[in-house]
């Protein structure tokens, strides 16, 4: 145990709390002298080298966790005598004393196919130095969910997808309309990951209601049409019958309205303006300053209606 500081006459420590309570007493003084923006002068901090500028006291505040080492390892005759800033970094520590090295190399003429490694990180670094041409094949057979505790690759891609159905299958209850998609079997988490699924993967068409952007097929439209369009209570969305609407098919929550109004050259509303819209009385409305919307109006000739 050393303190860093140069400047510190500090050389010697009773323990490991003793040198944490000293970490302590650096880190407060840095955050005394610390002026936003500012940089870290923590001896051999990264960040210094790279110049990044902490904007506020709290950013920086945080960012010196990195530098509290404050972890340790307490297995005897351990020759780490350095803390860790993280809890995980110590558990991942901790491996490199266990005896099960269940990593190992899937190349079954390389002497680590037996023998293996503690940890992942080891045998990655293994594969892109000796076998990179594997590394590929090793991703590929590896769980990739997130909070998975199973780190090593399977055998087998029929071994993955067995760990999957017993594992995580049960999790996954968002599944993707298109039959012949993967996902259609080994769904999403939440919804909102499906719906970015069938964005990027299959180019759904838009929502059927004139000025909705949303995009998506199945059960997830389904879904978003009660939701957004016909909603019941104080939701109900309203439909607009000025001229040139009529028949389109709109249909608007109450903040959609509103803007629906603008498209009829009415930018500002009143409670007054939404119900006479919903009514088509042209009454309360500038008819020198009234617009047609020309999205509702092409809609209504696309359904065969004789529209303003």
Known sequence: MHCEWPTCKKESFLNEEHFTQHLYHHRDEALCNFV???TCQWPGC???RSSFTFKTTAEFDRHLKRHMKVYWCDIPGC??????ARHYDLNRHLKCHSKEREFNCPDPSCTSAYIGFLRKDKLDAHIKTRHPHLMNIVQSHRCD???CTVKRPFDSIEDLKKHFATSHEINRPHRCPVENCARH???FTTSGKLIEHIK???G???C???HCQFRSLGDVMDEHHQRAHWAGGNMTPRECNLPGCQGSRSSFTFEQFRTHLADHGFPTYSFELIRAAQAGNMKYFNESKFVPCKNCSERGSECGLNVV
């Open 79 to 84: 020759k780490h005598r350095e803390g860790f």
């Open 36 to 38: 936003a923006p500012g």
């Open 204 to 206: 759904p068409p838009k």
């Open 46 to 48: 990264r960040s210094k």
């Open 208 to 210: 059927k209601f004139d």
């Open 145 to 147: 969910v997130h909070g």
């Open 185 to 187: 079997s080994n769904g």
């Open 200 to 202: 990027v993967e299959h």
